[in-house]
């Protein structure tokens, strides 16, 4: 079956990095979009970055942009998120998820923004950044 399992969370002082992974397993990583998300307790989930699997894309929100890095190997099933120079706001529970649907495209129309709990969730890693 489907399976998305995160791993590298932790906690980090300001300035710092993590990378966090999630292992993918029951289907052909290289054929779905799949994405990085975050949740605060109490917070509605935020998108954070998507991998598009037309052309490998990448994709990511403005809280993103300039610090975080998506990266994927098709082979061994495997997405990354390297975090740099993290800061207090970045602490959450960081989740990776795919789509339903191969070559969704989902990753550039931006409705991955959207996706709920019809999709393939992890269980989720924790962030945590603080001095």
């Known amino acids: 079956q489907v399976q998305l399992v995160e791993s590298g969370g932790g906690s980090v002082q300001p300035g710092g990095s993590l990378r966090l992974s999630c292992t993918t397993s029951?289907?052909?990583?290289?054929?779905?979009?799949v994405a990085w998300f975050r949740q605060v307790p109490g917070k509605e989930r935020e998108a954070v970055a998507c991998?598009?699997?037309?052309?490998?894309?990448?994709y990511y929100t403005d809280s993103a942009k300039g610090r975080f890095t998506l990266s994927r190997d098709n082979y061994k099933g495997t997405v990354w998120l390297q975090m740099n120079r993290l800061k207090s706001d970045d602490t959450a529970v960081y989740y990776c998820?795919?789509?339903?649907?191969?070559?969704?495209?989902?990753?550039?129309?931006?409705?991955?923004?959207?996706?709920?709990?019809?999709?393939?969730w992890g269980q989720g890693t924790q962030v945590t950044v603080s001095s």
């Open positions: 029951g289907f052909i990583l290289g054929e779905y979009d």
């Open positions: 991998y598009s699997a037309t052309g490998g894309r990448l």
């Open positions: 998820a795919r789509d339903v649907t191969r070559w969704s495209q989902s990753c550039e129309t931006g409705s991955w923004h959207q996706w709920g709990d019809s999709r393939y």
